[in-house]
């Protein structure tokens, strides 16, 4: 049996738990104390107000009623500041966490070094542009060649001193690194059929001791146009073109007698110094001229190596150093410099 006194201490118990409860969420810091302090009083096992609950069955009529209202008050009380204190520490977390990963995207960036064409490059891509403009197009060829087309197929005699192996860098059996470009010009006319013009940029390689002026390595630009009715004066309009294309319109070349196996006749060009325009300086060692490159009339023995009817096509082809082109350009002393890869060096030239 229950008494009117039992139902006054349960609400006085009420009001007590209330307290409690009071005094132990001023000390929750964190989810994991919410979640405790949840248990301690909401819990169904052990919860402090679920025991309020309880003890109402030992109760009846108003002390139940007045009771069971004081337990109900003391529940929707807790319930709603613990999801209060829930709520704000989801939301400090929260903010905390995005203070850590706030990002302020008016910032500038910050800048990638970029990089730029190696001087050497940016000439072969100008050398280029100039043919490619007059209709050529660009080919290359293996690095690793044969006797046969680095030298027999372009009409170097047995004996010439260019086969010699101070010049030739010789690989196993008959394989060589090829000596320049040119026998890209064979390879390419057994592959196709006249008229053809292309240039053919490549690296070569020769057993020279580095200094200032050679490098073991170095790039070329060959040239070759075949056609009908193809003569020097052809080839001299084409490379004056050239030069001036690539030195600027005050330009003027001239040929001089030249000797090549896979050539006749051929000519060395020069042009006037790009530097001095022509009055003497450093870059052309006072003369005011630069050699530009070699050239000739396609020698009919190539025509007839790569089964051409030489009586009826005719041609001229010509070969530069781009080290040396650039060289001159960029009035460098040394070309080593090229290769050494310092970028205090290659930076210069960065646009
Ligand atoms: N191959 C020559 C060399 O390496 C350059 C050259 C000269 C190429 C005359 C040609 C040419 O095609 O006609 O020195």
Redesign the pocket.
């Known amino acids: 049996m229950s008494t009117e006194a039992d139902a006054g201490d349960l609400t006085v118990d009420a009001q007590g738990v209330l307290e409690r409860f009071e005094h132990d969420v001023t000390a929750v810091a964190s989810l994991e104390d919410a979640e405790e302090l949840h248990a301690a009083y909401l819990g169904r096992k052990r919860g402090a107000v679920t025991a309020l609950f309880q003890a109402l069955r030992d109760l009846d009529g108003d002390a139940k009623r007045a009771a069971g209202a004081a337990a109900n008050q003391v529940r929707q009380t807790i319930t709603a500041r613990i999801s209060d204190v829930e709520t704000g520490l989801k939301d400090s977390a929260r903010r905390s966490r995005e203070a850590a990963e706030a990002v302020d995207p008016t910032l500038p960036g910050l800048p990638d070094p970029l990089g730029g064409l190696h001087p050497i490059t940016q000439t072969l891509l100008e050398i280029q542009n100039v043919f490619v403009s007059m209709g050529y197009a660009v080919v290359d060829g293996p690095e690793v060649e044969t006797d046969w087309y680095n030298f027999g197929a372009l009409n170097f005699p047995d004996d010439h001193p260019a086969r010699d192996e101070q010049d030739t860098m010789m690989l196993a059996g008959d394989l060589l690194l090829r ?4 026998p890209v ?1 064979i390879r390419h006319m057994e592959e196709n059929e006249p008229p053809l013009a292309i240039i053919v940029p490549g690296r ?1 390689f020769r057993r020279d001791t580095p200094d200032a002026t050679h490098n073991p390595m170095f790039v ?1 630009c ?3 146009v075949v056609d009908t009715d193809i003569t020097m004066a052809d080839l001299k309009g084409t490379l004056d073109h050239f030069a001036k294309a690539l030195f600027g319109p005050e330009t003027s070349t001239r040929f001089r007698p030249g000797y ?1 196996p ?2 006749e006749p ?1 000519a060395e060009v020069d042009a006037t110094c790009p530097a001095c325009k022509g009055s003497g300086c450093r870059v052309c060692k006072g003369s005011g001229w630069v050699e530009l ?4 009339m396609v020698h009919p023995a190539l025509f007839d190596n790569v089964g051409w009817d030489s009586t009826k096509v005719q041609g001229f ?3 530069m150093g781009v080290d040396r082109i650039a060289q001159v350009r960029y009035g460098l002393s040394d070309i080593r410099a090229y290769y050494e890869n310092d970028l205090r060096f290659l930076r210069q030239f960065t646009t």
């Not at 000596?179 to 040119?182: D, E, I």
């Not at 490159?293 to 000739?296: A, D, P, Q």
Request: negative net charge; aromatic residues 14%; charged residues 5%.
């Open positions: 000596t320049h470009t040119s010009q070569v070329q060959e040239g070759l090549f896979f050539t051929s490159l070699g050239c000739g082809a010509f070969g």
